[in-house]
């Protein structure tokens, strides 16, 4: 907390189970978490020992079912239960409310996983030299591939896709899709193709790319749509 503080950066983090923060639990005064997919949610100010002040603790509350509770259960403290009920609780410095603040936590494991996929795929781990410019110049072009295959797949989204149905694909999977492909290069009275198997796959999907492709034109100083209806 104090160096996130010394650095001005804003933080949510899981808390630790202790007795003193179960006790603060319990005298919470809980409301209902309709905007969750938890049972009840409540937040309170709490300064835990060896800690400089106290900050905004938020709690989500989610109720055990009757067959998982057992008189006398003892308190799993590494999962954070009592013999009531299982917590997720975080201490943040945003201001924002519960349930925006703990979605804003949840984008954490979307996130790790686009790092995951720019370290393996796009070479974003790789350091080919012991000097720092150099490093930086590979950073910023596997970063460039990384977003020019997002672009990718943004701009050969079927025209009626949305936010809600539109999945994410994979460097991997969009390189085996487009890129190492089975190809002849030929030539013919002045003229240079590309002919493809008439056992790709993707070939439909492919053509569909091209086409947009060639489709763009200026509009003034940005571009034209190729898509006619807009990512919502």
Same mark, same amino acid.
């Given at each position: 907390?104090?160096?996130?503080?010394? $650095?001005?950066?804003?933080?949510?983090?899981? #808390?630790?189970?202790?007795? /003193?923060?179960?006790?603060?639990? +319990?005298?919470? !005064?809980?409301?209902?978490?309709?905007?969750?997919?938890?049972?009840?949610?409540?937040?309170?100010?709490?300064?835990?020992?060896?800690?400089?002040?106290?900050?905004?603790?938020?709690?989500?509350?989610?109720?055990?079912?009757?067959?998982?509770?057992?008189?006398?259960?003892?308190?799993?403290?590494?999962?954070?239960?009592?013999?009531?009920?299982?917590?997720?609780?975080?201490?943040?410095?945003?201001?924002?409310?519960?349930?925006?603040?703990?979605?804003?936590?949840?984008?954490?494991?979307?996130?790790?996983?686009?790092?995951?996929? $720019?370290?393996?795929?796009?070479?974003?781990? #790789?350091?080919?030299?012991? /000097?720092?410019?150099?490093?930086? +110049?590979?950073? !910023?072009?596997?970063?460039?591939?990384?977003?020019?295959?997002?672009?990718?797949?943004?701009?050969?989204?079927?025209?009626?896709?949305?936010?809600?149905?539109?999945?994410?694909?994979?460097?991997?999977?969009?390189?085996?899709?487009?890129?190492?492909?089975?190809?002849?290069?030929?030539?013919?009275?002045?003229?240079?193709?590309?002919?493809?198997?008439?056992?790709?796959?993707?070939?439909?999907?492919?053509?569909?790319?091209?086409?947009?492709?060639?489709?763009?034109?200026?509009?003034?100083?940005?571009?034209?749509?190729?898509?006619? $209806?807009?990512?919502?």
């Amino acid at each position: 907390m104090e160096a996130y503080q010394k $650095a001005g950066c804003r933080f949510i983090v899981v #808390a630790r189970k202790t007795s /003193r923060l179960v006790e603060e639990l +319990n005298q919470a !005064q809980w409301k209902p978490s309709p905007k969750t997919d938890a049972d009840a949610e409540c937040e309170f100010r709490y300064q835990p020992d060896g800690w400089g002040q106290a900050f905004r603790f938020v709690a989500l509350r989610y109720e055990k079912k009757a067959d998982e509770v057992e008189a006398g259960e003892a308190e799993q403290y590494q999962l954070f239960e009592t013999s009531r009920y299982t917590y997720r609780v975080f201490v943040t410095d945003l201001e924002e409310p519960i349930d925006l603040a703990v979605w804003f936590y949840n984008q954490r494991a979307g996130a790790e996983n686009l790092i995951k996929e $720019a370290n393996n795929d796009a070479g974003l781990a #790789a350091h080919p030299s012991k /000097r720092f410019d150099v490093n930086g +110049n590979h950073f !910023q072009l596997a970063m460039l591939a990384y977003n020019l295959n997002c672009w990718l797949m943004l701009f050969n989204r079927e025209a009626g896709a949305d936010t809600g149905t539109l999945h994410h694909t994979t460097l991997a999977t969009a390189r085996l899709r487009f890129l190492f492909v089975a190809a002849k290069i030929w030539r013919h009275a002045g003229r240079t193709g590309v002919s493809y198997s008439d056992h790709y796959e993707e070939r439909g999907l492919f053509q569909q790319l091209m086409d947009r492709l060639r489709a763009i034109a200026g509009r003034g100083p940005s571009f034209g749509p190729v898509v006619a $209806a807009a990512l919502t």
